[in-house]
């Protein structure tokens, strides 16, 4: 499975961005995939992860209500999204998207530590 991230930038807080991860691989629909992000000095954080089904997806708590997980499958591409909104400044770091194996069509939950494939990152700064 390849992953490849795209769509940081710089914004200004309260503004929105979406971030896009495309999955390539013909067993990419066996994975749960998600977003962590990572600030220099602090361990990479879990952020948003979805389901294979697409249908169930889990939050941290800081992005809770404010971010928006979606997936497209496809044959052997898989494409996740991230609709940041009313961004922070605390919200700066790069961004990874991620993916890890499951059995569970419908289980969301993926770790840092059982991740098996990272996307290359992409950086989101926010200025106050």
């Known amino acids: 499975v390849q992953l490849q991230a795209s769509g940081g930038g710089l914004v200004q807080a309260g503004d929105s961005l979406t971030l896009s991860c495309t999955a390539s691989g013909r067993t990419v629909s066996n994975y749960v995939m998600g977003w962590f992000r990572q600030v220099p000095g602090k361990e990479r954080e879990f952020i948003a992860s979805?389901?294979?089904?697409?249908?169930?997806?889990?939050?941290s708590d800081p992005v809770k209500g404010r971010f928006t997980i979606s997936r497209l499958r496809g044959d052997a591409k898989n494409t996740i999204y991230l609709e940041m909104s009313i961004l922070k400044p605390e919200d700066a770091a790069v961004y990874y998207c991620?993916?890890?194996?499951?059995?569970?069509?419908?289980?969301?939950?993926?770790?840092?530590?059982?991740?098996?494939?990272w996307g290359q990152g992409t950086l989101v700064t926010v200025s106050s």
């Open positions: 991620a993916a890890e194996f499951s059995l569970e069509f419908d289980s969301p939950l993926m770790g840092s530590d059982s991740v098996d494939y």
């Open positions: 979805v389901s294979r089904s697409c249908g169930t997806t889990r939050y």
